[in-house]
């Protein structure tokens, strides 16, 4: 069963730029999370989806935003780059429960901001 | 509102030594937590997770953690580590659905 797949893993933007990145979760998984992973902060959540709709939020500014597909695939695009935006990506899938299961993660897509 | 806190940002230990890495977490309702772990340039991977069943709690490759509702804490540990073992550790919380929260994390290092 092939895991989590992001793309791409790594990328250098400058400032001002915008960036999108995908993530392709494990065949059955219908939700798609998203984090952003920073040293000194851990990861931090940026997103959730399900069924294409976001179902929850963390806090972040407009800049970030996603979205999420039909086939469970999921984008997630940053505007206005800023220096502080550089990050590892970290996508996770899991099967859509009211319960916490477990969350799969892929290696991440690795964004440097100059 | 949930947070989970690491102490110690950086842990070294002897290889065959204890591990113990701590994790304090607050939340308003009885919470699953969650071990993952990282290893370089690779995302994370559960070791073990507690959902209200068993308070002490068995992962993979040895770890365990005991859920202590009095002291709001989760504490991972292994009688004896391994050079393997060397990675990143990352507690997280979560009330239900798939929103988690993560401590900062806990750089492991095993000194041969």
């Known amino acids: 069963k092939a895991g989590v797949t992001q793309t791409p893993r790594y990328l250098i933007k400058t400032r001002g730029q915008q960036v999108t990145l995908s993530c392709s979760p494990i065949?059955?998984?219908?939700?798609v999370s998203w984090y952003q992973q920073t040293p000194g902060q851990g990861l931090q959540f940026l997103f959730e989806?399900?069924?294409?709709?976001?179902?929850n939020k963390g806090n972040f500014p407009g800049r970030f935003s996603g979205r999420q597909f039909s086939n469970s695939r999921s984008e997630m695009n940053v505007s206005t780059l800023e220096l502080g935006d550089s990050a590892l990506y970290l996508c996770?899938?899991?099967?859509?429960?009211?319960?916490?299961?477990?969350?799969?993660f892929g290696e991440g897509s690795r964004l440097t901001v100059l | 509102a949930q947070s989970v806190t690491q102490l110690g940002s950086h842990v070294s230990v002897s290889e065959g030594a204890l591990v113990l890495l701590r994790c304090n977490y607050s939340?308003?309702?009885?919470?699953?937590l969650f071990w993952y772990v990282q290893y370089p340039n690779q995302g994370l991977q559960l070791l073990l997770k507690?959902?209200?069943?068993?308070?002490l709690v068995k992962g993979i490759n040895g770890f365990e953690a005991e859920f202590k509702k009095s002291e709001t804490s989760f504490h991972l540990t292994k009688p004896s580590a391994h050079m393997s073992d060397a990675a990143e550790y990352f507690c997280?919380?979560?009330?239900?659905?798939?929103?988690?929260?993560f401590g900062t994390g806990t750089s492991l290092t095993v000194i041969p």
């Open positions: 939340s308003s309702v009885p919470p699953y």
């Open positions: 996770a899938s899991s099967l859509a429960t009211m319960t916490a299961g477990e969350l799969f």
């Open positions: 997280a919380v979560s009330e239900g659905g798939n929103q988690f929260y």
């Open positions: 507690y959902t209200s069943a068993a308070t």
């Open positions: 989806y399900f069924s294409e709709t976001q179902r």
């Open positions: 065949s059955g998984h219908r939700s």
